[in-house]
């Protein structure tokens, strides 16, 4: 079961509560625990075309329990360099105990090197709020 996560001071969000952490050249990306509200477990993972660039937006994957779908966005432009080993190797519970840390989803290599357009720093996500939280179903 996930535990409730605060929001992190080094992320950056998107509107769709999705993260990302910029480290140099590359960046990790995620979606956050609010995202995986209803989630008790995952019961799968169905990753999107890994190659060629990815625009802000592409679905990199989709996270399934029971009737509920949430899909992980690229939150800037840029390459996919590698999985979440973890992922890949079927260990779910990752993703719902630690989604905005060791449960991220992909490494990437941003177009702009920390690009930050269309980016929420966490006070101001915070101030947004959890309102415009989308319906996730099949």
Same mark, same amino acid.
């Given at each position: 079961m996930k535990s409730a996560n605060p929001i992190k001071e080094d992320l950056f969000y998107t509107a769709d509560h999705e993260w990302i952490q910029f480290r /140099? $050249?590359? #960046?990790? $990306?995620?979606?956050? #625990?609010?995202? !995986?509200t209803g989630f008790r477990e995952v019961h799968e993972i169905i990753f999107n075309e890994l190659s060629g660039e990815k625009k802000q937006g592409d679905i990199i994957a989709t996270i399934r329990y029971n009737e509920y779908r949430v899909e992980a966005h690229m939150p800037v432009d840029g390459k996919?360099? /590698? !999985?979440?080993?973890? !992922?890949l190797s079927g260990d779910y519970r990752i993703l719902l105990q %630690?989604? %905005?840390?060791?449960?991220?989803? #992909? %490494?990437?290599i941003p177009s702009t090197p920390c690009e930050k357009k269309d980016l929420l720093l966490p006070a101001r996500y915070r101030g947004a709020g959890k309102k415009n939280m989308p319906v996730n179903n099949i």
């Open positions: /140099q $050249t590359v #960046a990790y $990306t995620g979606i956050c #625990a609010f995202k !995986l996919i360099l /590698q !999985l979440n080993d973890a !992922l %630690e989604p %905005e840390s060791n449960g991220w989803i #992909a %490494e990437i």
